[in-house]
């Protein structure tokens, strides 16, 4: 039972894992033929060539980044017993932040289960394992969460991208249960949302502080929510006061939802839906000369990949300038990336760049991330992906 594969790093390859960081890259360890032999998503135990014991990794040989890490102890045994260990950590870490039953669950490597996100809602789980070692713990995980939370239903979003780089296929699927809608509850609202329809695993629960701050800017004020998707934040300034409250997004099903949500929150009278690709809407808008107290702008991510950048810091400055011509003097602008590979300087120039060819003084209010219930791994600061800047212009 404890016979796990032993990896070995080349000499003088083990500087960045002794310093902590919790990946160990293909060029880093001695790949030979048995090594290769090893199945993807394998637990190993991996040392230096200097005999220091480094704990127990998952493996995948097909990939750049060839192993990640479980444990520091050697001695681990990443079984059931083990899964369930990490998952009771996460959820007492949720229940201290005090939002326990709607929640990011676990945010991979910083809750020690690299590749792994995990999203409660309630008594529906939805999970994303983004590397062949979760793929293969898939079943250990599920049977962790069955004896720690009971939930009603389980399934996998397995539809990320990134999956590729791993050699896996994309799915998404019923792990436990029979059907996958699900209630989201915040700001005293109730959401609805389809976790096998919608995007992601269904809700973005990165941005729940920066709704609330938008929402306390929101009492009597007229606001566009763009890539509203199922109106986190629109909803919520509603419910916070707003006068008139428009959702765009290009998904009339995520629309729906919205508008649903809004009508079992009595809000329909001042919330109104726009489906339309939102930077043409947005052009339109301005040609209209029509304008909002508030503009929030929350797109998904522009940069799928490095070269990518380029092209994503451009739509980024155009989303800006757009979202500041539509904004009255004296109202505020929140504007968001997901994009892990846009740095946040590089997003914040981009934006301002934006404002001014908009031809708009502004003021810079405060610079987000994500909640606390995303933490990040203080040797992966490239993993505290969610850049916002919330700004009032003249």
């Given at each position: 039972?404890?016979?796990?594969?032993?990896?070995?790093?080349?000499?003088?390859r083990?500087r960045?894992?002794?310093?902590?960081?919790p990946?160990?890259?293909s060029?880093?360890?001695?790949?030979?033929?048995?090594?290769r032999?090893?199945?993807?998503?394998?637990?190993?135990?991996?040392?230096g060539?200097?005999?220091?014991k480094?704990?127990?990794?998952?493996f995948?040989?097909?990939?750049?980044?060839?192993?990640?890490?479980?444990d520091h102890?050697a001695?681990?045994?990443?079984?059931a017993?083990?899964f369930?260990?990490?998952?009771?950590?996460?959820?007492?870490?949720?229940?201290?932040?005090?939002?326990?039953?709607?929640?990011?669950?676990?945010?991979a490597?910083?809750?020690?289960?690299?590749?792994?996100?995990?999203?409660?809602?309630?008594?529906v789980?939805?999970?994303q394992?983004?590397?062949?070692?979760?793929e293969?713990?898939?079943?250990?995980?599920?049977?962790a969460?069955?004896?720690?939370?009971?939930?009603?239903?389980?399934?996998?979003?397995?539809?990320?991208?990134?999956?590729?780089?791993?050699?896996l296929?994309?799915?998404?699927?019923?792990?436990?249960?029979?059907q996958?809608?699900?209630?989201?509850?915040?700001?005293?609202?109730?959401?609805?949302?389809?976790?096998?329809?919608?995007?992601?695993?269904?809700?973005?629960?990165?941005?729940?502080d920066?709704?609330?701050?938008?929402?306390?800017?929101?009492?009597?004020a007229?606001?566009?929510?763009?890539?509203a998707?199922?109106?986190?934040?629109?909803?919520?300034?509603?419910?916070?006061?707003?006068?008139?409250?428009?959702?765009?997004?290009?998904?009339?099903?995520?629309?729906?939802?919205?508008?649903?949500?809004?009508?079992?929150?009595g809000?329909?009278?001042?919330?109104t839906?726009?489906?339309?690709?939102?930077l043409?809407?947005?052009e339109?808008m301005v040609g209209?000369q029509?304008?909002f107290?508030?503009?929030?702008?929350?797109?998904?991510?522009?940069?799928?990949?490095?070269?990518?950048?380029?092209?994503?810091?451009?739509?980024?400055?155009r989303?800006?300038?757009?979202?500041a011509?539509?904004?009255?003097?004296?109202?505020?602008l929140?504007?968001?990336?997901?994009?892990?590979?846009?740095?946040?300087?590089?997003?914040?120039?981009?934006?301002?760049?934006?404002v001014?060819?908009?031809?708009?003084?502004?003021?810079?209010?405060?610079?987000?991330?994500?909640?606390?219930?995303?933490?990040?791994?203080?040797q992966?600061?490239?993993s505290?992906?969610?850049?916002?800047?919330l700004?009032?212009?003249?």
């Open positions: 039972m404890n016979e796990l594969p032993n990896l070995r790093l080349l000499p003088g083990d960045r894992v002794k310093s902590g960081h990946w160990a890259f060029n880093e360890i001695v790949m030979d033929a048995a090594v032999a090893i199945p993807p998503g394998s637990a190993v135990r991996l040392a060539d200097d005999g220091v480094h704990g127990i990794w998952q995948n040989p097909h990939s750049l980044i060839a192993a990640r890490a479980l102890d001695g681990a045994m990443p079984d017993a083990w369930l260990a990490r998952l009771q950590a996460a959820l007492a870490l949720r229940e201290r932040l005090g939002v326990a039953r709607f929640c990011r669950l676990v945010h490597e910083a809750d020690g289960l690299p590749g792994l996100i995990v999203d409660r809602f309630d008594d789980i939805a999970l394992a983004n590397t062949a070692g979760m293969a713990a898939t079943p250990l995980i599920v049977e969460l069955l004896s720690l939370l009971n939930p009603r239903s389980i399934l996998a979003r397995n539809d990320s991208p990134v999956r590729a780089l791993e050699g296929a994309l799915e998404t699927k019923l792990l436990h249960g029979t996958a809608r699900a209630r989201v509850e915040e700001g005293g609202l109730a959401f609805e949302v389809d976790l096998l329809a919608g995007q992601k695993t269904g809700w973005f629960f990165d941005q729940r920066n709704r609330a701050r938008v929402a306390a800017l929101a009492p009597g007229t606001l566009l929510d763009a890539f998707h199922t109106g986190g934040f629109g909803l919520l300034a509603a419910r916070a006061g707003a006068s008139q409250v428009t959702l765009l997004d290009r998904s009339q099903p995520a629309l729906d939802l919205a508008m649903a949500s809004a009508a079992a929150n809000l329909e009278g001042c919330v839906a726009m489906r339309a690709e939102a043409e809407a947005l339109r209209g029509r304008r107290d508030i503009v929030v702008a929350d797109p998904p991510a522009f940069a799928k990949s490095r070269k990518d950048i380029p092209a994503a810091l451009r739509a980024y400055q989303l800006a300038r757009l979202c011509q539509l904004v009255n003097p004296g109202g505020f929140f504007i968001a990336s997901c994009s892990h590979h846009a740095a946040p300087l590089e997003f914040a120039a981009a934006v301002a760049e934006g001014w060819k908009a031809k708009r003084d502004a003021r810079l209010l405060g610079s987000y991330g994500a909640g606390p219930d995303h933490p990040v791994h203080p992966l600061p490239e505290a992906y969610l850049k916002a800047q700004l009032q212009l003249r």
